[in-house]
């Protein structure tokens, strides 16, 4: 039997992953985060001193990385060469690194077939910002899910105020709308909305309100 797949794209601070958390746990699928796989690949190239826009720079060290996402009750880590970098990949310079290498095309490559695995094998909700364009096209349900960028930046200034990282709301506002353009503009697997997707806007929602508005539309579609 076939897996079922739920694809959410969107931009950063739009919810998806603490929505796609609670529905999965609703549901009883597993919760894939891709930002994470790019993070990872960002970490390991601020690591070594690689440019994280330098294309050729990048795409020469992918011989040496492994990425693995393994599922501790239902939780996601991502193991970079073997260590767990799950904490190491959220800090805001991993944000802007995994946006940088993310628009590389070799990444994407290296990355794609890690992903389609996952889904194959799983009954899951994947997050992305190409889950429902490229990675799977197929999928059964698509959503991508937006909102205001001042919302999106004031909720993730939030997080990073509780893990102790004291970036400015102006600060995080800036890195958000720079990576959101970047993430839209890129040639390659850009960010927007399959011709197939439910658009959902977050603003003014309650993460709550959120879970249970589109457990409810999912659940109408599977
Ligand atoms: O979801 P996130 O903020 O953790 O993602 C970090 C970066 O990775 C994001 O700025 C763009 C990139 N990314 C991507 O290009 N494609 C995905 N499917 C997921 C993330």
């Known amino acids: ?41 960002g970490v390991f190239a601020l690591r070594k ?3 994280t826009k330098d294309a050729d720079g990048v795409s020469a060290v992918l011989k040496d990385i492994t990425v ?15 260590e767990d970098v799950s904490i190491e990949i959220r800090t805001p310079e991993a944000s802007m690194a995994a946006s940088n290498v993310s628009a590389i095309p070799a990444v994407r490559a290296f990355l794609l077939d890690l992903q389609r695995d996952i889904a194959k094998k ?4 994947m997050d992305g910002r190409d889950i429902g364009t490229v990675v799977l096209p197929d ?9 205001d960028v001042e919302e999106r930046a004031m ?8 893990k102790g990282i004291n ?23 850009p960010l927007k909305p399959a011709e197939d997707s439910v ?7 309650t993460l709550e309100q959120s879970i249970d508005e589109l457990s409810a539309l999912i659940g109408e579609k599977i």
């Open 1 to 41: 039997m076939s897996s079922i797949n739920i694809a959410i794209d969107g931009p950063a601070g739009a919810g998806k992953s603490t929505v796609a958390k609670g529905i999965a746990k609703k549901l009883g699928y597993i919760y894939v985060d891709t930002g994470a796989l790019y993070r990872a690949i």
């Open 49 to 51: 001193g690689i440019n």
């Open 68 to 82: 693995e996402l393994k599922f501790v009750d239902g939780v996601q880590k991502v193991f970079l060469c073997g």
């Open 122 to 125: 799983n009954n899951c909700l």
């Open 139 to 147: 999928a059964q349900i698509k959503i991508f899910m937006t909102a």
């Open 155 to 162: 909720r993730r200034y939030k997080e990073l105020q509780e």
């Open 167 to 189: 970036d400015s709301y102006e600060q995080v506002l800036e890195e958000m709308k720079e990576r959101d353009y970047q993430d839209s503009n890129r040639p390659i697997a």
């Open 199 to 205: 658009i959902f806007d977050s603003t003014g929602h």
